[in-house]
């Protein structure tokens, strides 16, 4: 296939079976180059599989003296050659980028040849599997005015003859690799997998790569970059399954330098050909700031999604569409823990039990256990690609304990201990719009605390997520153990958890806990009914939170764990205690709570003081309440601008007339005490919104200020919600 002076474009198109194999002429515009493109003029090429082509110079692609143009999005698989088994530039300006060079093979270069005063722009390219008798077992570049190589990937690739490169061979000219992976590439006389540079005449510059063995230069790197599978299935380099995308944790994720090659084709179409080649070896956007080492860039956004339908019958289903779902949402995790991650498991509405057991000799200890990099995404209906296609409001995709499915008839003894179990997982695991309801465990020991969930080790998110009518001895909803790094709850609802001991809603023991814009509401437990933190390595921020109805107390700190409270609304919490809060107690010398623009008020205790029913201090444990409306506040505990108040709740007990369930309206009335009355300077950084979402610095305009406003005159309100700037008075 030919092309000659005049511009010209291939597109979408297979170039296949193609043989020059011309006299021998040693020039490439000869009949023996290019056996399945041939361009003496311009050509653009693009998204097109080029393969089983033969040809002296450029089996699969030969641009030709003079000639200039594009390869791009394509792959060049299985062609060989003599000089440039897959493509073959000579004096030629071409972008070579988003390329697959897979399986070609040649006497010298085995990927593609370079040569003579050419120019290429060589971006994007995955190089795996090539081949070369000579020279450059992936590229051979020789005497060319430029020889970089830029966010690629040479992987696998080989060469018969010590001293050849089995990733690149240059001569007669300098080269320079950026932001590229030289990994497990071959030559004789070299250590096993680290044969990638040969130089003739010539110098190696090195910066930004991950090199296997190392290499001199800025910001290298020699650890394992953990491709997904660089061999693929078949087990063989070089063939179209190879996966040479690295995994979430990998070493080059967010790691690249600086970056050279600009978008001289306009790849992403958007008129701008001054600014970095902006799309990876798929397509995808290369990020603006901090690009990935390698020719893939890491999509976040556009994690892939195993489906979970229990209707589904087919027993090969893999869960990579809503037809072939998989029917247990554990099967999904454990497909997806073995796939590239972070991956999210969309779970069709509906209960779902769990299936995984702890003691293969116990059916009760059957749970949900997540892995590293894996969230569970509730609310489908079964035909959505994406979240924004779920309908509002959401169906409820619940995660049940109710193993036999007899709840509803008053058994729960045969449930499942625990409904979701986290183990060495991080900040990308994630549980999304989900219920978690009916774990049931009647021990009391620490160890099998947290009967809805269990943080044992590592991080992990809740978004939007409803833990209910779990049971423990210790942490009824949730507990997060002496390993945990990080736990946060986002707009979740804990409520209606007990725990026969300690930490009706949550027990915390370790790690950093981050409570936003969530209720903790009708939680129980004899000591801390909403939440409990114990040790000096358990810090807590709670931020726009309604902590309301628990029994056994709000918040409790001990043992020398911290807590800062900000923009809570601390309300109608009983205790029996005759020392502890109903709303927050601080046990100990070394713990600490720092409050801030908060709401403690109707919490109940056996003291007839009424502060000494919101905030106790047993044996010297430390506060700071800035900004606090406190019932009965008598000034005498350390803090500046608190004060005694009434809030004026809407409706704190809520149409059926109970503290602590989901109607309870703690939105601040007319006439509260709570309005204008915080200091915005102690709101922490970066929270703007209050718990519903709503501007969190607004001026009430009928009210006094009787806080401490921002530099723009906006106010601040006391606790977890904000009145709207125009609320009336009473």
Known sequence: CPVGSSFAKIEGVPIRGGQADGPGISMSNGPDSGGGIRVDGRLAIEDCVITDNEGDYGAGVAFGIGSSGSLVNSVVFDNRGVFGGGVYVDTADTVLASIRFLGNTARFGGGLYARDNGSPVIFGCVFSGNHAVRRGGAIRFLDTTTAVIEHCTLANNTVADPD???????????FVALNSILWNNTEPGMPDGEGHISMLDGIADIDFCIVQGGAPGIGNRSQNPLFVN???????????????????????????????????????????????????????????????????????????????????????????????????????????????????????????????????????SATFRMSPGVSIVGGFNGNESSHDDRPLPLAQTLLSGDLMGDDDQGFTSDNAYRVVTLDNTDTTTSLVDLTIRGGRSTSTQLSEGG??????????????????????????????????????????????????????????????????????????????????????????????????GNAGGGIRLSSGAFAEIAHATIVHNPTPSSVEAGGLTVVGTSGLALVRNSVLWGNEGASADAQDNQISLIGGGGLDADYCLVEGWRDDLPGSGSFVGHPWFIDARGADGLFGTLDDDVRLGPGSHAIDAGDSGRTPIGVTQDIAGLARFVDAVLYEDAGDPDEFGAEVDLGAHAAPSDIGLP
């Not at 970095?276 to 956004?301: C, K, M, S």
């Not at 986002?490 to 300690?502: L, S």
Request: contains cysteine.
């Open 230 to 364: 660089a061999l693929g299935w078949d087990n063989e380099a070089g063939t179209l399954d190879d996966n040479l995308r690295c995994t979430y944790d990998g070493p080059g994720v967010d790691e690249g330098g600086w970056t050279v090659t600009k978008d001289v084709i306009d790849a992403d179409s958007d008129g701008d050909t001054l600014e970095n080649f902006p799309i990876d070896a798929l397509g995808l956007q290369r990020v603006r700031v901090t690009r990935d080492i390698g020719a893939h860039e890491y999509d976040f956004v556009n994690a892939p999604a195993i489906r979970v339908d229990p209707g589904n019958t087919d027993i090969f289903a893999h869960g990579r569409s809503w037809t072939l779902a998989t029917r247990l949402v554990q099967t999904a995790l454990d497909i997806a823990e073995d796939i590239v991650h972070p991956v999210e498991v969309w779970v069709i509405n509906g209960a779902h039990t769990p299936t995984t057991l702890e003691d293969e000799t116990d059916a009760r």
């Open 451 to 548: 009967a809805g969930l269990r943080l044992n080790s590592g991080s992990a998110k809740l978004l939007r997520v409803r833990i209910t009518d779990n049971h423990a001895g210790h942490g009824g909803g949730i507990f997060v153990d002496s390993n945990a790094g990080s736990l946060l709850l986002e707009r979740c609802v804990v409520d209606q958890n007990v725990a026969a001991a300690t930490g009706g809603g949550m027990y915390g023991l370790r790690g950093e806990v981050i409570v936003r814009d969530s209720r903790l509401l009708g939680n129980v437990a004899t000591i801390a009914g909403g939440i409990r933190l114990v040790g000096s390595d358990t810090d807590a921020r709670i931020v726009n939170a309604e902590i309301l």
């Open 164 to 174: 050849g490169g089995g990733a690149v061979h240059a001569q007669e000219v300098d």
